[in-house]
T-cell receptor, first 108, second 115 residues
Framework: GQNIDQPTEMTATEGAIVQINCTYQTSGFNGLFWYQQHAGEAPTFLSYNVLDGLEEKGRFSSFLSRSKGYSYLLLKELQMKDSASYLC?????????FGPGTRLSVLP | NAGVTQTPKFQVLKTGQSMTLQCAQD?????MSWYRQDPGMGLRLIHYSVGAGITDQGEVPNGYNVSRSTTEDFPLRLLSAAPSQTSVYFC??????????????FGPGTRLTVL
């Protein structure tokens, strides 16, 4: 299968910047998604990258390097409500493969 | 728009029982999928469909059946429930782009416990 790796847990302080990394197998890659999931809720879409480079959307940005099989999600000006799991998902053909998720805790 | 709806929200089954998890979407999306989410494992794809009458297996299809008779509905059937199927099940849908897939919209989930 296609392994996707993310750190299991991260902690950051309110107002700070945090970067969540994701690595994946490049063969068959069609695009990469980031989702946010609060505890007990469904995932919600954050960003989509298909070409190399940075996609910025408000406080959230996502970067992709296709040749390196690497992406990151950058969260700026962290708020308490950003405490959640962040899921990296790769589209391979008609399949979507999700990483294990990174649980982010934002401390006051 | 209701988006993606799932029923029931919670279910407890005994080993060997069968049941159907319902999923419906009102966004006219071609692509629909079922995932299970277990602690530390992320979302794993069970089955998916790219349109009415077309279904295919994902990463963990054993013990589950699906059908897609309409664009709107994509039920997931557990044939003979086992404790290993205790999980949270999410249904998702998305439009199909010309060259790549679009974002998936997820239902609220069904929390299933098999005793």
């Amino acid at each position: 299968g296609q392994n996707i790796d993310q750190p299991t847990e991260m902690t950051a302080t309110e107002g700070a910047i945090v970067q969540i990394n994701c690595t994946y197998q490049t063969s068959g890659f069609n695009g990469l998604f980031w989702y946010q999931q609060h505890a007990g809720e469904a995932p919600t879409f954050l960003s989509y990258n298909v070409l190399d480079g940075l996609e910025e959307k408000g406080r959230f940005s996502s970067f992709l390097s296709r040749s390196k099989g690497y992406s990151y999600l950058l969260l700026k000006e962290l708020q308490m409500k950003d405490s959640a799991s962040y899921l990296c998902a790769v589209n391979y053909g008609q399949n979507f493969v999700f990483g294990p998720g990174t649980r982010l805790s934002v401390l006051p | 728009n209701a988006g993606v709806t799932q029923t029931p929200k919670f279910q407890v089954l005994k080993t060997g029982q069968s049941m159907t998890l319902q999923c419906a979407q009102d966004m006219n999306h071609e692509y629909m999928s079922w995932y299970r989410q277990d602690p530390g494992m992320g979302l794993r794809l069970i089955h998916y469909s790219v349109g009415a009458g077309i279904t295919d297996q994902g990463e963990v299809p054993n013990g589950y059946n699906v059908s897609r008779s309409t664009t709107e509905d994509f039920p997931l059937r557990l044939l003979s429930a086992a404790p290993s199927q205790t999980s949270v099940y999410f249904c998702a849908s998305s439009a199909l782009g010309v060259e790549a897939y679009n974002e998936q919209f997820f239902g609220p989930g069904t929390r299933l416990t098999v005793l």
